[in-house]
């Protein structure tokens, strides 16, 4: 046993060399003394940060999200999905990963010195980075019922397709679909805002585990930032190695998790929106590569294609 375990921990070793050496995103990647790098055991795209890299399996059935998709959806069943979703679920699944990953978060002040600004609502975005990143910055923020995560609507047909409707989660209309649809799915987001709620966004889009550099943003959270005047608060799910009684409590080649809530960003309606998005999203990179202990990172913070 002691030689298989001695056998894998080489393999990942070399995978780590290749990879890393090979991968032009982590050759310059420099962060700060202390910060913790998980070892790279995939071949991370280079040039798409938006690609995605796993292949679910779509073997659910879902209604069509089309004009006629419920975005709000006010029925008693769902309301009650919900609700046992964030009291029960989520409170029972942050247990879990604090078991399993030693999660932690720190930042908790900022929640508190800006409650005046985030009466009405706010919008926290982080890296894309594990399967539980969502359910991490949930636990981290405390989150309520009252959230709604817009999502890629494929992932409905998966088998997390009753978690995803538990968090509140929106499909997202595909483009086929046409603008009614998307004219549905905004007006969805029109009234949440009126109700107060709070949205959480991906801005990174796809998943990509345990990977350090931050990608590009999309505009998306931004540009519903200044169209509804709300907070963007920026997290960032950043890793420790797993050592001590975590070796024998969660997998061996995943690291630990700990989630760093940053100081809310507020966007300046007074300016014009196309340069305010902007602004927003490139403080927000900043950020956020800072709160993960980079001091070079790899990508920009817009797209280079956009």
């Not at 929640?111 to 969502?134: F, M, P, S, V």
């Not at 350090?212 to 608060?233: H, L, V």
Request: aromatic share 14%.
């Amino acid at each position: 046993m002691a030689r298989q375990r001695g056998y894998l921990a080489h393999n990942l070793c070399m995978l780590h060399i290749k990879y890393v050496t090979m991968n032009k995103r982590y050759q310059d990647l420099q962060v700060t003394e202390g910060t913790y790098v998980p070892p790279v055991v995939v071949d991370y795209p280079e040039d798409d940060p938006y690609q995605g890299i796993y292949k679910p399996i779509y073997d659910r059935d879902f209604p069509e999200v089309d004009a006629n998709y419920p975005y709000v959806d006010d029925s008693f069943k769902n309301k009650l999905l919900i609700e046992f979703g964030y009291h029960i679920v989520l409170r029972l699944l942050m247990l879990v990963l604090r078991v399993k990953y030693g999660l932690r978060w720190t930042g908790k002040e900022y929640l508190r010195r800006y409650k005046e600004q985030l009466k009405g609502g706010a919008i926290t975005i982080a890296n894309h980075c594990y399967r539980h990143d969502a359910a991490s910055v949930l636990s981290a923020i405390y989150a309520q019922s009252n959230t709604r995560i817009p999502m890629f609507a494929p992932n409905f047909k998966t088998k997390d397709q009753i978690f995803l409707k538990m968090v509140g989660g929106i499909p997202i209309p595909a483009p086929e679909q046409g603008l009614s649809a998307m004219k549905a799915f905004n007006a969805a987001f029109d009234e949440f805002h009126e109700r107060g709620y709070w949205f959480h966004i991906f801005p990174e889009a796809k998943r990509w585990d345990w990977y350090k550099p931050i990608r590009p943003f999309q505009k998306g959270a931004f540009t519903m930032a200044y169209k509804y005047n709300m907070p963007i608060i920026p997290c960032v799910v950043t890793y420790r190695p797993r050592t001590g009684i975590y070796r024998f409590l969660g997998p061996k080649n995943e690291p630990l998790t700990q989630v760093i809530i940053g100081e809310p960003i507020i966007p300046d309606t007074t300016q014009p929106r196309a340069a305010e998005v902007e602004r927003m999203r490139q403080q927000a990179h900043q950020y956020m590569c800072q709160m993960a202990g980079i001091t070079n990172n790899t990508w920009p913070a817009k797209p280079e294609n956009e």
